[in-house]
């Protein structure tokens, strides 16, 4: 990784229980951008952790990551890096091998939420490349000034999903790039207790609902 780019990034990694996963999300880290120093959280709390690692770090721009993730000569953050120069983008995003689904789009009409797969709609600058979307995986470089209005919220349930609705209602566009592959180990092996404090999206569903006020979640045509 560049100088300049050191200097603008600072690398947060959220992991429990899984240092085999760890090591080689560090060590591709290491081989593709020498001299990055990551941050990161192993408490079982994901929403702790990423919150944390915004407030001990000062960089403009956070770039998040799983510990079940690798780097590859295609995971080329400097192309992330180089959608922050639209002051109006908030996150950009690239997409995780082997990941469905991967961007989607939220539609919320009253008291129904529509999530779709797929792109709102194409960046007229290159539209072979770089897209617009309302939810990306965790593979994504967020500007800090994202932060001053959105957090990932403790109760809430669905942290993730709820955390781009935040960026959403603040009009923060969201650009995934099909260019940028970072690839996935979803099966990397854990330690005992890791299964038990997993996060479970499901969780706290109703208390998600009450907040954004909603009867319904409908994903691809099909209430849930």
Not at 73 to 98: K, N, W
Not at 113 to 123: K, N
Request: proline letters at 5%; a negative charge.
């Amino acid at each position: 990784m560049e100088i300049k780019m050191i200097d603008q990034i600072d690398i947060c990694i959220k992991t429990y229980l899984r240092p085999i996963a760890l090591r080689r999300l560090r060590d591709s880290i290491q081989q593709f951008y020498p001299g990055a120093v990551p941050i990161v959280d192993s408490g079982p709390e994901i929403h702790t952790g990423r919150n944390m690692m915004v407030e001990c770090t000062s960089r403009p721009f956070l770039l998040f990551l799983d510990d079940d993730f690798c780097f590859t000569s295609e995971t080329r953050i400097d192309l992330l890096l180089q959608e922050m120069d639209d002051p109006t983008v908030g996150v950009a995003a690239g997409f995780v091998a082997d990941c469905t689904p991967e961007g989607r789009t939220l539609r919320q009409s009253g008291g129904m939420l529509r999530i779709e797969d797929g792109f709102a709609y194409l960046d007229q600058r290159n539209y072979d490349a770089s897209k617009y979307v309302d939810v990306v995986p965790n593979f994504c470089l967020i500007r800090r000034a994202v932060f001053d209005t959105c957090r990932y919220r403790w109760g809430i349930g669905a942290e993730h999903l709820d955390f781009f609705m935040q960026i959403k209602q603040a009009v923060w566009k969201v650009v995934q790039l099909d260019s940028v592959v970072i690839d996935h180990y979803p099966f990397s092996p854990a330690l005992p207790g890791y299964k038990e404090a997993r996060w479970n999206v499901g969780a706290n569903v109703l208390a998600f609902l009450d907040h954004w006020k909603l009867n319904a979640i409908v994903v691809n045509g099909k209430v849930v």
